[in-house]
């Protein structure tokens, strides 16, 4: 492999980085984790638990890890690569060009690792973010409560000072893979007194903790993505409290702009497999006089392009305010906006599958139209997770609007 681009400091040419980046990359991708993510087959969520991933998907996880690549702009010294925006970028391009799939995925890199950067202790920061960056832990999340969901400030899971510990009763539920996590970042309940906003801490444990355990919760895709967990006498040092004890639903509220952001880019995905929506209706539909064969088909996949387009330059200049610091509250409007987009886009695709998308499993139909099918019912929750759509609508005219209760 040729040798890596190794640095920190912005180099005087971008055009050297990017010829570096460029070969380094050719050497490092190996071929199967190029080109879309086929059926069945999902992104490395890093983690202890790495037994359903390819040799090659582990080896390109170590590889973009051992640069700082799976987080480009994290600082060296917490496992990222120390890039700059304009060499960040330039990766990113470089990536894309390839046709690489993303070597990490996950809540610790998209949720935790951005907010323990903002407030966690050095201490905190040196433990946890470098296993992020690397992908040795797996972390998910518990926020939502059989009591608490919309209304998360309800939350009942309480977490008792001990002196030199907390002691953890309560449970969780929706917990996206808490079967296969390290670790979980956790809402609780430490002062049962105060008023419920200002009650709450946010803890993180290691799930191997004695007295945790999960139980499966099967959706209507056939998948189990999560879980109940449960918390029975949980013992968890003091210091793993990040921020004031009663501190956190500031923090959790952080953490949220930054699910609602990463839930709002599903808005511009393509068709299932990473071909286009197009291909798939050319194939599928047929073309009469050069074009697609239906018209009514040829207007919603028009539409939703144009809707996608809209949303892309939306997003991207809600991105460049916030780097200037002028904009609030859009977080709500994009995960609104982009997690309905996605369910649309899931219509129009069955729309084109016809009969093809009424298979569940069998030979007889293709891989691909089972895949879509299934993600199809999987869309559907994506305008509950992560806050519904009618509370995004609450906060968009609360806060941003700025209307009456
Ligand atoms: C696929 C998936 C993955 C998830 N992963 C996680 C996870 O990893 N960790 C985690 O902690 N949670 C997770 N969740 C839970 C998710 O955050 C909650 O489902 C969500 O916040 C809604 O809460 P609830 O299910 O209790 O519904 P409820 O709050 O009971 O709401 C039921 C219905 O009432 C409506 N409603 C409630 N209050 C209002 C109001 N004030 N105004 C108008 N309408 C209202 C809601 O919009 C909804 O339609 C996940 C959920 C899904 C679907």
Redesign the pocket.
């Known amino acids: 492999m040729s040798s890596p681009p190794t640095s920190p400091e912005p180099p005087a040419d971008l055009d050297a980085f990017r010829e570096d980046t460029r070969r380094w990359l050719a050497d490092a991708c190996p071929q199967s984790m190029r080109g879309p993510v086929p059926p069945g087959e999902g992104l490395n969520w890093g983690g202890s638990d790495q037994a359903d991933q390819s040799e090659d998907s582990r080896l390109w996880l170590t590889r973009m890890a051992e640069q700082g690549f799976t987080l480009p702009e994290w600082p060296v010294e917490y496992g990222g690569g120390g890039l700059n925006r304009a060499e960040a970028k330039i990766l990113r391009q470089e990536l894309k060009a390839l046709r690489a799939r993303p070597a990490l995925t996950g809540?610790g890199q998209l949720l935790l690792g951005p907010v323990l950067l903002e407030v966690g202790s050095e201490t905190q920061k040196l433990e946890h973010l470098p296993k992020i960056a690397r992908g040795q832990v797996r972390w998910?999340?518990?926020?939502?409560?059989?009591?608490?969901?919309?209304?998360?400030a309800s939350l009942q899971c309480r977490a008792e000072d001990q002196g030199h510990h907390y002691l953890v009763n309560g449970s969780?539920?929706?917990?996206?893979?808490?079967d296969r996590a390290d670790w979980i970042f956790c809402?609780v309940r430490t002062d049962p007194d105060a008023k419920k906003h200002d009650g709450i801490g946010f803890l993180l444990i290691d799930m191997k903790s004695p007295g945790i355990s999960t139980s499966k919760i099967r959706?209507i895709s056939g998948e189990s993505?999560?879980c109940e967990t449960f918390f029975e006498n949980v013992t968890v040092p003091k210091a793993q409290m990040l921020g004031e004890p009663t501190g956190g639903w500031g923090i959790a509220k952080k953490l949220l702009q930054y699910e609602r952001s990463a839930a709002a880019s599903l808005g511009g995905s393509s068709a299932v497999g990473g071909g286009s929506m197009l291909e798939l209706a050319k194939e599928v539909v047929g073309l009469q006089h050069g074009t697609l064969a239906d018209p009514e088909l040829r207007l919603r996949i028009a539409q939703l392009k144009m809707d996608q387009s809209a949303m892309a330059l939306s997003a991207r200049r809600v991105g460049e305010e916030k780097r200037e610091g002028t904009v609030g509250g859009t977080g709500a409007i994009l995960k609104y906006v982009g997690t309905e987009l996605n369910k649309k886009r899931y219509e129009v695709l069955m729309s084109i599958l016809g009969t093809q998308g009424l298979g569940w499993d069998g030979s007889e139909y293709k891989p691909r139209d089972l895949a879509t099918t299934r993600a199809w019912l999987?869309s559907k929750?994506?305008s509950?997770?992560?806050?519904?759509?009618?509370?995004q609508?609450?906060i968009i005219a609360k806060r941003v609007l700025g209307m009456p209760d």
């Open positions: 809540v998910c999340q518990g926020y939502s409560e059989p009591g608490a969901g919309s209304d998360l969780k539920l929706w917990t996206s893979y808490a809402l959706l993505p999560f999987r929750a994506n509950i997770e992560g806050g519904t759509s009618e509370i609508l609450n």
